[in-house]
């Protein structure tokens, strides 16, 4: 088993949401660099254009500019891209939005406006485009969709961002519950739940609440541009063939903790259960046995390792 076999990803047709900066643009260039054909969609079409005709000096990169916060928009994109293709294989639902305030000023517009982009647009976009999907995957090769969490659904932190944090802890569970549904359709729905990365969205974020983020990261830094392409390209590829958001399944995090399965229930429940049929009718192939091999042997590189360790330290499985 080769390595340029196992996480290629050349020739798939992937849509990025929120890909004209950030995490998008990060994960749009990997694909684009490694041989797919992406399309880009955000709010503002000069910078979607503009990100669109640099990247596509590397590759095949089409944007369709869109405001995925209304619906109306998220049936023009859908009915955009099914005009240009008869399948999709990657969706990455990484469109999103954040407002901080008090608690006793936070207003419904901070509310509905995070809300809508954060959660229902993951839903309803992959709901649209659920025949490109489908028209995608197989047996053997399932078509993929990536939605983009935080780690700010899983913990609290200093930061009063309330509606940011729910619907990402939103994202997480819609994540579960989509990844059960669609697995019989051939498609493996996953999350990524990412820690702090230099973003405008971080930008918002003053200078102690900067020095706290970095001085609470076991690696003292922010996340950098290889960091998410790395994670999105497993998600996407071969590698990742076996790995699939189910209730027991893993739950992967990005900078903050660590990347792995977020707790020893979530990593027991998944190194028994690959030896069981699945929701995608298979068992477990062999580099999924290596993979589940190296997580027994360093606790520390994919999550809790063993009961012991986690009885001992019961904060990590949180």
């Not at 596509?56 to 994109?77: Q, V």
């Not at 959660?119 to 969709?145: H, M, N």
């Not at 009961?307 to 330290?313: C, K, L, W």
């Amino acid at each position: 088993m080769k390595i340029e076999d196992l996480f290629s990803v050349k020739g798939k047709i992937a849509l990025v949401t929120g890909g004209s900066r950030g995490l998008g643009e990060m994960i749009a260039r990997a694909y684009i660099e490694n041989g797919v054909k992406v399309y880009i969609t955000a709010r503002k079409a000069d910078a979607c254009m503009a990100l669109a005709e640099e990247l596509s000096k590397h590759g095949e990169c089409i944007a369709i500019p869109a405001d995925l916060s209304r619906m109306e928009e998220i049936e023009r994109l859908s009915a955009e891209l099914h005009k240009r293709e008869k399948k999709l294989d990657i969706l990455v639902n990484n469109a999103g939005a954040s407002w901080g305030a008090q608690f006793h000023e936070f207003p419904e517009n901070g509310w509905d406006k995070v809300m809508d982009l954060n959660v229902k647009s993951v839903f309803f976009l992959t709901q649209k485009l659920l025949d490109l999907l489908e028209a995608a995957g197989s047996e053997k090769a399932y078509s993929r969709v990536i939605n983009i969490g935080s780690i700010e659904g899983i913990r609290t932190t200093h930061l009063e961002a309330y509606s940011y944090a729910a619907s990402k802890a939103g994202v997480n569970h819609l994540t579960r519950i989509m990844a059960k549904f669609l697995a019989p359709k051939h498609i493996a729905v996953n999350a990524i739940a990412p820690g702090y990365f230099p973003s405008k969205m971080t930008d918002a974020i003053d200078e102690h609440g900067s020095r706290q983020v970095v001085e609470d990261a076991p690696m003292k830094r922010m996340g950098a541009p290889e960091d998410m392409a790395g994670i999105a390209l497993y998600l996407a590829s071969r590698a990742s063939g076996f790995r699939l958001w189910r209730c027991h399944s893993g739950r992967w995090r990005i900078g903050h903790h660590r990347i792995g399965l977020a707790s020893w229930q979530d990593h027991r429940d998944t190194v028994v259960g690959l030896n069981r049929p699945t929701p995608q009718g298979r068992r477990e192939p062999p580099h999924s046995r290596a993979f589940r091999s190296l997580s027994q042997v360093d606790p520390h590189a994919f999550g809790v390792g063993n009961r012991r360790y986690a009885r001992q330290n019961p904060w990590r499985g949180s």
